[in-house]
């Protein structure tokens, strides 16, 4: 089997720290693995498996050549400014940003949706990882929009902390701390106060009021699964360390019973089924944390419009919602395009 030359951009963050993780775990087909960050982690070390200890190398002054693949998280302005250089050199960027995703000459790509969007890479050498909360609605919809053709999305998301990164999970960490001791709760990721609390605001507000997060979902849907399809979002941010959930509400164009839709999703690639009517039949963020399905429970029909199903969505945002999916993007691209 051919091997590939592998980077990792942001391979200091929480999100770069899982896709070594996930790249180990998977055995990806690596004849090398190089770490990258800004140059105040450079000559640190990150772990690659269970063994092995990589150096951080400067993401500025490295040089793309001869690497194949390159996942990345470090921030949309970081990509913009490395991603065009590294494509250019040959290498092909998975983007975990959301500075590509609606470049229509960028593949945004689910594997479980959309596999063969993946051919696009070859106009820029980049393929977007869509939002978090995007992938894992998306993975638990496709069967069912397979099914029934859905005309609208409502969801609300109620979102970990660690997708907006270590020290908005650290400041989670030291609030409740404050708040137990009766120290004084400091705010600085967060506008509000997020220990014991829920914020119904990610990323900025738009003009019309919708938060960017809220956007993403919309826009991104659109992108991935159907244009036409309707969506209305809202995104709280809530006092979880990993695991987003997410409440959605569905109207198809076709009939579609709970029964129909819990055998469809039973069988569905990377969904797991859990939908008993009882206290343990369903699935919460914390145990999602760790794993690579995206749990679906709480299937039942929606009496108040024609054609429509509520679902509870959960997943680990940190592996299928960022680290897995650019890892499975890579597995098929190494297997099915670079050959």
């Given at each position: 089997?051919?091997?590939?030359?592998?980077?990792?951009?942001?391979?200091?963050?929480?999100?770069?720290?899982?896709?070594?993780?996930?790249?180990?775990?998977?055995?990806?087909?690596?004849?090398?693995?190089?770490?990258?960050?800004?140059?105040?982690?450079?000559?640190g070390e990150v772990s690659f498996g269970e063994d092995d200890v990589l150096t951080v190398h400067d993401l500025a002054t490295?040089?793309?050549?001869?690497?194949?693949?390159?996942?990345?998280?470090?921030?949309?302005?970081?990509?913009?400014?490395?991603?065009?250089?590294?494509?250019?050199?040959?290498?092909?960027?998975?983007?975990?940003?959301?500075?590509?995703?609606?470049?229509?000459?960028?593949?945004?790509?689910?594997?479980?949706?959309?596999?063969?969007?993946?051919?696009?890479?070859?106009?820029?050498?980049?393929?977007?990882?869509?939002?978090?909360?995007?992938?894992?609605?998306?993975?638990?919809?496709?069967?069912?929009?397979?099914?029934?053709?859905?005309?609208?999305?409502?969801?609300?998301?109620?979102?970990?902390?660690?997708?907006?990164?270590?020290?908005?999970?650290?400041?989670?960490?030291?609030?409740?701390?404050?708040?137990?001791?009766?120290?004084?709760?400091?705010?600085?990721?967060?506008?509000?106060?997020?220990?014991?609390?829920?914020?119904?605001?990610?990323?900025?507000?738009?003009?019309?009021?919708?938060?960017?997060?809220?956007?993403?979902?919309?826009?991104?849907?659109?992108?991935?699964?159907?244009?036409?399809?309707?969506?209305?979002?809202?995104?709280?941010?809530?006092?979880?360390?990993?695991?987003?959930?997410?409440?959605?509400?569905?109207?198809?164009?076709?009939?579609?019973?709970?029964?129909?839709?819990?055998?469809?999703?039973?069988?569905?690639?990377?969904?797991?089924?859990?939908?008993?009517?009882?206290?343990?039949?369903?699935?919460?963020?914390?145990?999602?944390?760790?794993?690579?399905?995206?749990?679906?429970?709480?299937?039942?029909?929606?009496?108040?419009?024609?054609?429509?199903?509520?679902?509870?969505?959960?997943?680990?945002?940190?592996?299928?919602?960022?680290?897995?999916?650019?890892?499975?993007?890579?597995?098929?691209?190494?297997?099915?395009?670079?050959?």
């Amino acid at each position: 089997m051919k091997k590939y030359k592998v980077a990792v951009v942001g391979a200091t963050g929480a999100v770069g720290r899982e896709m070594l993780k996930t790249l180990a775990e998977r055995d990806f087909p690596a004849s090398d693995v190089v770490a990258l960050a800004s140059g105040r982690s450079a000559g640190g070390e990150v772990s690659f498996g269970e063994d092995d200890v990589l150096t951080v190398h400067d993401l500025a002054t490295y040089d793309f050549h001869g690497t194949d693949i390159c996942l990345s998280s470090a921030g949309a302005k970081i990509s913009e400014s490395f991603a065009p250089r590294a494509g250019k050199a040959g290498c092909v960027v998975i983007d975990n940003t959301s500075h590509f995703r609606m470049d229509p000459d960028v593949p945004l790509v689910v594997p479980e949706v959309n596999a063969s969007a993946i051919a696009g890479y070859k106009k820029r050498n980049i393929i977007a990882n869509p939002n978090c909360s995007t992938i894992q609605m998306l993975v638990a919809l496709k069967p069912l929009h397979d099914m029934a053709v859905i005309k609208r999305i409502v969801v609300a998301t109620y979102q970990a902390v660690s997708g907006a990164g270590k020290d908005a999970m650290d400041e989670l960490f030291t609030q409740t701390r404050a708040i137990f001791v009766n120290d004084e709760v400091k705010k600085e990721q967060f506008a509000k106060q997020i220990a014991f609390n829920a914020i119904p605001q990610i990323d900025v507000f738009m003009e019309d009021g919708t938060t960017r997060e809220e956007w993403k979902m919309m826009a991104e849907t659109k992108k991935i699964l159907d244009p036409k399809i309707k969506v209305a979002a809202t995104c709280v941010r809530v006092p979880v360390f990993i695991g987003h959930a997410e409440a959605v509400n569905v109207e198809f164009e076709k009939p579609i019973s709970a029964s129909e839709a819990r055998a469809a999703l039973k069988s569905a690639p990377g969904v797991t089924l859990i939908d008993r009517h009882h206290e343990d039949g369903f699935v919460t963020p914390v145990e999602c944390a760790g794993e690579d399905s995206v749990f679906v429970s709480r299937i039942r029909e929606d009496i108040s419009v024609e054609n429509g199903l509520n679902l509870w969505v959960v997943a680990d945002n940190l592996r299928k919602g960022a680290a897995l999916n650019a890892v499975q993007i890579a597995e098929i691209l190494a297997k099915d395009y670079l050959g």
